[in-house]
């Protein structure tokens, strides 16, 4: 069963001058393995962590976000219009998930946003589900039942295990290993729902260049990367940001400086009441406040042809 696989670990894992990164086709060919269940435990997590040694190159991330594509698109292939991807994995733990007000504030004035993270049990931060659920919105546990919420509401939040559970299973590889893999990037990567924009918070210094340039190779239509509060497509107030965008085939950058001089996260308040209550207007946060139109703005502006079409 494993056979084909392991001309891949035997590529990555040949010492420091007889080893080398994967093609973009190799990459794309090991992923197509993996998804169909063609690797063995083993092999998995060594392939994983000798990429993680030196982190995944543009070639690899691109070969694997084409093959996770296509096998998703080939599992389930119920097609549905969606305005704005929204990749979110990384948990808040110094903040509350401000980005996800932005997100139904573009669902209420007419985007379609499907929303798609993974919650890690047991580390202390808080996973978007969760404020979902505080909110008293519904989680989607099928592709049908995404459809039937962004046609309702112009919002729809599913896991990723929902998603597919072998991506579900390579995450949880983190428990196991004690490190993150490049899967973490393809999930962000692999806008699902075939989405016309798509925008990806990360936390690594360069993996916003990263993302820009596997998404020029992959030809995507739109896509916004910044490094996000705590590593979620939420823009911090009370830092520079830089803005990466690529848009009809021009890649391009924007800084914006801090929009707050005072502090005013309340990192040892981390009450999903705050939220809550914010969102039905009951009591305006400073930081939420600030948060969610700063990151408004940097989603709405990619996502102006489409903001404009619907008279937003």
Known sequence: MSNAFTQYVRILGRGKKGSR????????????LILNGKVEPEQLGAFWMLIRIREETVEETVGFTEATRQFLSEKDPLEFKVDLDWPAYAGKRNELPWFLLAALALANYGQKVVMHGHAFEGEERIFVDEAIKRLGLSISHTRQEVKQKVDETGFAYI???NIDSTLSDMMNLKYTLGLRSPVNTVVRMMNPFQADHSVHGVFHRGYDVLHISACEQLNDPSVLVFRGGNGEAEVNPEREVTLWKWQKGVASWTSWPKAEKEHKRLKHNLDLTRLTDHWSGLEIDQFGEQAVRQTLASVAEPCSELLLTKNV
């Not at 990164?21 to 197509?32: C, F, V």
Request: hydrophobic share 35%; net charge negative; glycine share 0%.
């Open 159 to 161: 896991s990723l295990e």
């Open 21 to 32: 990164s994967l093609t973009t086709e190799e990459a794309d060919h090991a992923m197509s």
